[in-house]
């Protein structure tokens, strides 16, 4: 059975740095494409930034473009979120999703396999 599992959320201080791991477990992934999304407190969850499958192609939303970077180990089923300069509007759930696709998904609806998620909170 295919499953996501996130790891590397926690606490930390505004302007400082996480960096989220997905592993993948019961198939190979190494055709997906792999994505992460943010769901703040009361609020609906958010796309944040895509892999395609070659670990070349991404996206990113406009709220953490310069900040946060998305890349994979296909050897190791993994991909991973780095994040850099944190704010406190970074605080809620992250989500690792996955899909195969050839094409840099951005919808969570487009996404098929999905982690149970991690918590990670800024502090101001």
């Known amino acids: 059975q295919e499953q996501l599992v996130e790891s590397g959320g926690g606490l930390v201080q505004a302007g400082g740095s996480l960096r989220l791991a997905c592993a993948a477990f019961g198939r190979s992934f190494i055709s997906t494409c792999m994505g992460w999304f943010h769901q703040a407190p009361g609020k609906e969850r958010e796309f944040v930034a895509a892999i395609k499958w070659n670990g070349v192609n991404t996206e990113y939303a406009d709220s953490v473009k310069g900040r946060f970077t998305i890349s994979r180990e296909n050897a190791n089923n993994t991909a991973f979120l780095q994040m850099n300069s944190m704010k406190p509007e970074d605080t809620g759930v992250y989500y690792c999703?996955?899909?195969?696709?050839?094409?840099?998904?951005?919808?969570?609806?487009?996404?098929?396999?999905w982690g149970q998620g991690t918590q990670v909170t800024v502090s101001s």
């Open positions: 999703a996955a899909s195969y696709s050839g094409l840099v998904l951005t919808h969570e609806d487009d996404y098929v396999y």
